[in-house]
Antibody, heavy 119, light 107 residues
């Protein structure tokens, strides 16, 4: 069955960078992409962007342009989310989700990774 | 971007009751709308896609309807495990967007 397993919780200082991983199994990795969605404490779900595991094409949310990079490693079936210049507003649970086009529904999700930004 | 407005913010009901959740889009999205269930400490779960199609393994008590700008998720008879937050999401126009959520809580 489809499974997405994410890296663990992290604590970061303001101004630092974070990198979360998402290892996929149970499907043909290159036939899909990965979207990243975050949820700040007490807030709703925010789509951050998408990367194609086929060719590396990306679409990022406009408010994160310049601070975010999404990558994939097809040899290990893993997606990565990097976010730079962190502030307390970036404290959130970060989810990866399988997404075939960057404008789709999210039928499988990782378990989430809590990133706390605090001095 | 398309804004999705969900109502009510909170729905207080008892097990066995019917839940009716609303999602209104700021622009027409045809039937390109999905619903998710989200419980604390868990990943969201896709319930409904294309406005009315149940995702794999979703019980028949969950149903979706609507098109254009107005959508409804109905839970016909609430089970104890259904108390959670529900989000709608559109995939009609980039970027994909979510509503702010409706919390279904035990009365």
């Amino acid at each position: 069955h489809v499974q997405l397993v994410q890296s663990g919780a992290e604590v970061k200082k303001p101004g630092a960078s974070m990198k979360v991983s998402c290892k996929a199994s149970g499907y043909t990795f290159s036939n899909y992409g990965i979207s990243w969605v975050r949820q700040a404490p007490g807030q709703g779900l925010e789509w951050m962007g998408w990367i194609s595991a086929y060719n590396g094409d990306t679409n990022y949310a406009q408010n994160l342009q310049g601070r975010v990079t999404m990558t994939t490693d097809t040899s290990t079936r893993t997606g990565y989310l990097e976010l730079r210049s962190l502030t307390s507003d970036d404290t959130a649970v970060y989810y990866c989700a399988r997404d075939d086009s960057g404008l789709s529904y999210f039928d499988s999700w990782g378990q989430g990774a809590l990133v706390t930004v605090s001095s | 971007e398309i804004v999705l407005t969900q109502s009510p913010a909170t729905l207080s009901l008892s097990p066995g009751e019917r839940a009716t959740l609303s999602c209104r889009a700021s622009q027409r999205v045809a039937t390109h709308l999905g619903w998710y269930q989200h419980k604390p400490g868990q990943a969201p779960r896709l319930l409904i896609y294309d406005a009315s199609t149940r995702a794999t393994g979703i019980p028949a008590r969950f149903s979706g309807s609507g098109s254009g700008t107005d959508f409804t998720l109905t839970i016909s008879s609430l089970e104890p495990e259904d108390f959670a937050i529900y989000y709608c999401q559109q995939r009609s126009n980039w970027p994909p967007t979510f509503g702010q959520g409706t919390k279904v809580e035990i009365k």
